[in-house]
């Protein structure tokens, strides 16, 4: 998406609002059910599913891209950048700081100001995702995968497994 742009300003719209509202969020007293429900209904633009549990903080800068199966549970701190969209799958569990991450921009440092890159996550159902743990751009993860705390997920992760690691290594140089 070319940064200067309509789909761009509007999104950047959208951005602003969201902030607004999960601010608004993450302030709310612990207990109060019916102003947490209605600002998620704002900010996902829909009712979560059924069981859907969400501790604040919680952050995501789009809402709307965001597709939560029941049964789903949000630990606290987590960051969804959900513009190119990600979808968690019913009886997933994430623990807290955990961040996903759908959106980027390109490599080359003459080309990084022009426009947004993305793709979408998609995550199955019964899911474990552990605290820290970071998910990028196009990332699948099989049903039953668990993705150890602290992973940094760059590839995608095959059903029934278990995947650990964030070590940055040098991929290339310009």
Known sequence: MRIKSAEFQAM???VLRVTELTSRLN????EDE???ADLLEQIL????PPRVTI?????????????????VFINQN????????IRIGERTMIGPK??????????????????????????AENV???????????????????????AVVADDVPPASLVVGGKATVHRQW
Do not use: M, N, Q
């Open 27 to 30: 302030v709310l007293p612990f």
């Open 98 to 123: 955990v961040t996903f991450i759908t959106s980027g921009h390109p490599v080359d440092p003459e080309e990084r100001r022009l426009y947004l890159t993305g793709a979408p996550i998609d995550v």
């Open 34 to 36: 019916a102003g947490k």
């Open 12 to 14: 950047a719209e959208r």
């Open 78 to 85: 987590c960051t969804f950048l959900d513009y190119a969209g």
């Open 45 to 48: 633009g829909k009712k979560p």
């Open 128 to 150: 474990w995702i552990g605290a820290g743990a970071t998910i990028l751009p196009g990332v699948t993860i099989g049903r039953d995968a668990v993705i150890a705390a602290g």
């Open 55 to 71: 501790y604040p903080p919680f952050y995501t800068d789009h809402g709307l891209h965001l597709d939560l199966g029941e049964r």
